[in-house]
């Protein structure tokens, strides 16, 4: 059974830092690329950040500089660290785990972390 549990969630204030985690089991993580993505109301789901099996990151432009993803493939396990918050960056944050290729599509999400940023 897979299961991707994210943690860390919760209201800061403004210029804070929240640092979410994001547990998976059931599958070969290392195998994986890992993403978060963040839905605020009346919005469509955008991807954050993603991180390749390889390590490689990439970012939505609004985050650069100021969110960290990161993994650790031993604990199965992904980070989103958040620096510099912004009210805009309030949302429901989700753990995404997606693998791809000749004959294989597979991809899971987690059940979402609320983050709040007062201003």
């Known amino acids: 059974q897979v299961q991707l549990v994210e943690s860390g969630g919760g209201l800061v204030q403004s210029g804070g830092s929240l640092s979410l985690s994001c547990a998976a089991s059931?599958?070969?993580?290392?195998?994986?690329?890992m993403e978060w993505y963040r839905q605020a109301p009346g919005t469509q789901r955008e991807l954050v950040a993603s991180?390749?099996?390889?390590?490689?990151?990439n970012y939505v432009e609004s985050v650069k500089g100021r969110f960290t993803i990161s993994r650790d493939n031993a604990k199965t396990t992904m980070v989103l660290q958040m620096n510099s918050l912004k009210p805009e960056d309030t949302a429901v944050y989700y753990c995404?785990?997606?693998?791809?290729?000749?004959?294989?599509?597979?991809?899971?999400w987690g059940q979402g972390t609320q983050v709040t940023v007062s201003s």
């Open positions: 995404h785990a997606r693998r791809q290729g000749i004959g294989l599509s597979r991809e899971y």
């Open positions: 059931g599958i070969a993580f290392s195998l994986y690329t």
């Open positions: 991180i390749l099996h390889t390590g490689m990151t």
